[in-house]
């Protein structure tokens, strides 16, 4: 029976001023929201819309769960192996 290749999940890293956000997150339904949005991002990069923009950087992307009421903007490497956060909002 042929083995189905399942797609690897992309790494997540955090620009400093995400991180900086992310130390200052103390509510535990917050770090929770937060980490169910990362999980879904990290499964499909493709998950946020796209923001308007230029070529010039990197395309950034907007993912916002209006249940967990929690924001991520974050811009997917080229072969989608890798989830840079910019800024979260929780």
């Given at each position: 029976?042929?083995?189905?290749?399942?797609?690897?999940?992309?790494?997540?890293?955090?620009?400093?001023?995400?991180?900086?956000?992310?130390?200052?997150?103390?509510?535990?339904?917050?770090?929770?929201?937060?980490?169910?949005?990362?999980?879904?991002?990290?499964?499909?990069?493709?998950a946020g819309?796209?923001?308007?923009?230029?070529?010039?950087?990197?395309?950034?992307?907007?993912?916002?769960?209006?249940?967990?009421?929690?924001?991520?903007?974050?811009?997917?490497?080229?072969?989608?192996?890798?989830?840079?956060?910019?800024?979260?909002?929780?």
């Open positions: 029976m042929p083995r189905q290749h399942r797609r690897r999940r992309a790494r997540i890293t955090f620009s400093d001023s995400a991180a900086k956000q992310m130390e200052n997150l103390t509510s535990e339904a917050d770090i929770h929201a937060l980490d169910r949005a990362l999980v879904v991002i990290s499964v499909d990069p493709d819309e796209p923001l308007p923009g230029t070529a010039a950087g990197p395309r950034l992307r907007q993912y916002a769960d209006e249940v967990e009421r929690v924001r991520i903007l974050y811009w997917v490497t080229a072969l989608k192996t890798v989830v840079v956060v910019a800024f979260i909002e929780a």
